[in-house]
């Protein structure tokens, strides 16, 4: 699987848009782009993924540039409860799916 | 609650002893997975069934640890002879190969500390 690059970590106003970008400029054309996000001592919780479109869901919208080297994450109105590492990564997806490799992430701080 | 559920959630061992993790997948998942999660670090994949299958084993994966899914459903970690490099958490997901894409979903995680 390709390799991401996130920033380390980043800080949002409550009620602001939080803006997470991500470095994937190695991906391969049958590999989508996942964000996932891990609150402190839970485990990893899905909130999105893509292949080349633009996706929104009730958590979150996932902006893919059209090279596809790149991707943002945006919560729209970041709430407190927002705090958390986000972890961006590509992965085959199917039957001949596998692994997810995982960086390091994003340390996402909302602050009041 | 129908997600992925892990047990014990937290498991406290001596040196030497062996511990065993049990992960349940959300019903109908066909493929099941083991990451390991150091503080700080993002989860590291250890391996992963499809099925009773086992598909594949990380490096990560020593002689001391061995994990089976016997009857496609359930799965157990266990490692033989824990050494305090053990203390981590230890995540479990699942996924199906049924739609489009094969999203992985997380249980909460084991977190074995070895003294």
């Known amino acids: 699987d390709a390799k991401t690059t996130q920033p380390t970590s980043m800080d949002c106003a409550e009620g602001r848009a939080a803006n997470l970008p991500c470095n994937h400029s190695t991906i391969s054309g049958n590999e989508y782009v996942y964000w996932y996000r891990q609150i402190h001592s839970q485990g990893p919780q899905y909130i999105i993924h893509?292949?080349?479109n633009n996706e929104t869901n009730e958590m979150a919208s996932l902006i893919i540039t059209e090279d596809r080297k790149s991707s943002t994450l945006i919560l729209p109105h970041a709430t407190l409860r927002d705090t958390a590492v986000y972890y961006c990564i590509v992965r085959v997806s199917g039957t001949n799916a596998g692994k997810s490799t995982f960086g390091d992430g994003t340390t996402l701080t909302v602050k009041p | 609650d129908t997600g992925v559920s892990q047990n014990p959630r937290h498991k406290i061992t001596k040196r030497g002893q062996n511990v065993t993790f049990r992960c349940d997948p959300i019903s109908e998942h066909n493929r099941l997975y083991w990451y390991r999660q150091t503080l700080g670090q993002g989860p590291e994949f250890l391996t992963y069934?499809?099925?009773?299958?086992?598909?594949?084993k990380s490096r990560l994966l020593s002689d001391r640890f061995s994990a089976e899914r016997p009857k496609g459903s359930f799965s157990t970690l266990e490692i033989q002879r824990t050494e305090q490099g053990d203390s981590a958490m230890y995540l479990c997901?699942?996924?199906?190969?049924?739609?489009?894409?094969?999203?992985?979903?997380f249980g909460p995680g084991t977190r074995l500390t070895v003294l």
């Open positions: 069934f499809q099925n009773e299958a086992q598909l594949e």
């Open positions: 997901a699942s996924s199906s190969t049924g739609g489009q894409t094969d999203t992985q979903y």
């Open positions: 893509g292949l080349k």
